[in-house]
């Protein structure tokens, strides 16, 4: 049997003028499934709404569906869980989604396609609602019009530049899409959309980063003396696939110099790395989201894993500040040197 905290959301545009969440605990049989789960919640209080159909929502940042097993969910997730829905600003009824969207977005390429197409676009509606550049951009077509048109290109070559054009939006398109794969168990997509966005651009300047990077004189990077590490409070910034590890191993080190380590939930996101090249005003404000994240949490040094993140992040950090409208006042420190090469800081 498991114990269950949860934290569920509530919300009805008929009844209320805001979200809200109330708490329910549960010792519930490791093999059921979300549907119980969600069931059990609505026995405890009526006003607790979930779909019927196409029945998917998000349990602590991850999307996942109906038919997920807790005791997946909680091998990976936890215990303590908190539910909302699978893209909160389109909730009209607790996790039931005004999902009009979704099929608008097939329109784009709906004269490409046939029959098996859009049974194949239907199968990915938890990935069009997991996508993160929603957060950013309420228009954006969607992460699942991108795999269809990836499809469609494959089956149709010579119609390859027509559907370029349908998913190439200035203002919604693919310019948007910054791919993560945030559904639980789902599959990556990640090089399949990489290889659109590069259709798209016809060739990518590899050099673009170290060419904004001149333009910005430097101003965050420091390193640190060993006697002023006590002072401060660290959080830790990584992509890596082993993020996990590596967190906890850096909040060893920290603690053990007596400073004080600090979690954010942007710690682990892409943060515009992706689209500074198609989309750099996106990646200003996705970027100064994540630093005023650290920030806002309690961080003063912000550690980073990878180099090339630190450079780009510290040579944009001025049109950030800009983007967010806000002063990002952070030292930027390259996880690498702070573990192996103290020196005093570089004013």
Not at 32 to 39: A, G, S, T
């Amino acid at each position: 049997m498991l114990k269950l905290n949860i934290r569920a959301f509530f919300f009805n545009a008929q009844t209320d003028y805001l979200p809200y969440y109330k708490n329910f605990s549960f010792k519930v049989d490791a093999n059921k499934k979300i549907i119980d789960l969600l069931n059990m919640i609505k026995e405890k209080n009526s006003n607790f709404s979930f779909p019927t159909k196409n029945t998917i929502l998000k349990i602590n940042e991850h999307i996942v569906g109906e038919d997920e097993t807790l005791a997946t969910i909680t091998e990976k997730l936890g215990t303590q869980l908190q539910i909302d829905p699978a893209l909160a600003y389109r909730s009209n009824n607790g996790l039931i989604l005004d999902d009009s969207d979704f099929m608008e977005s097939f329109e784009l390429l709906s004269e490409f396609s046939d029959n098996e197409d859009r049974a194949y676009y239907q199968s990915l509606y938890p990935l069009h609602y997991a996508s993160g550049s929603f957060i950013y951009n309420h228009e954006y077509i969607g992460d699942a019009i991108l795999l269809l048109a990836s499809r469609l290109i494959t089956k149709n070559p010579e119609k390859e530049d027509e559907i370029l054009e349908a998913i190439n939006d200035e203002f919604n398109g693919i310019v948007h899409c910054e791919y993560e794969n945030n559904i639980l168990n789902g599959q990556d997509y990640t090089q399949v959309i990489e290889n659109l966005k590069k259709k798209i651009l016809k060739s990518v300047n590899p050099s673009f980063i170290e060419k904004i990077c001149d333009l910005v004189v430097k101003k965050r990077v420091y390193t640190l003396s060993n006697d002023s590490i006590s002072k401060r409070k660290f959080a830790l910034y990584t992509t890596d696939p082993k993020a996990s590890e590596i967190q906890d191993q850096t909040e060893k080190i920290i603690q053990r110099k007596n400073a004080k380590f600090i979690n954010f939930p942007m710690s682990t996101r892409l943060a515009g790395q992706s689209i500074i090249q198609t989309n750099p005003q996106l990646a200003y404000k996705k970027a100064g989201t994540m630093l005023l994240d650290a920030l806002d949490h309690g961080a003063d040094t912000l550690l980073f894993t990878n180099d090339e993140d630190l450079t780009l992040f510290d040579s944009i950090i001025h049109k950030c500040e800009k983007a967010v409208g806000r002063p990002i006042e952070l030292q930027l420190i390259s996880l690498k040197k702070f573990n192996n090469e103290p020196q005093k800081e570089i004013a």
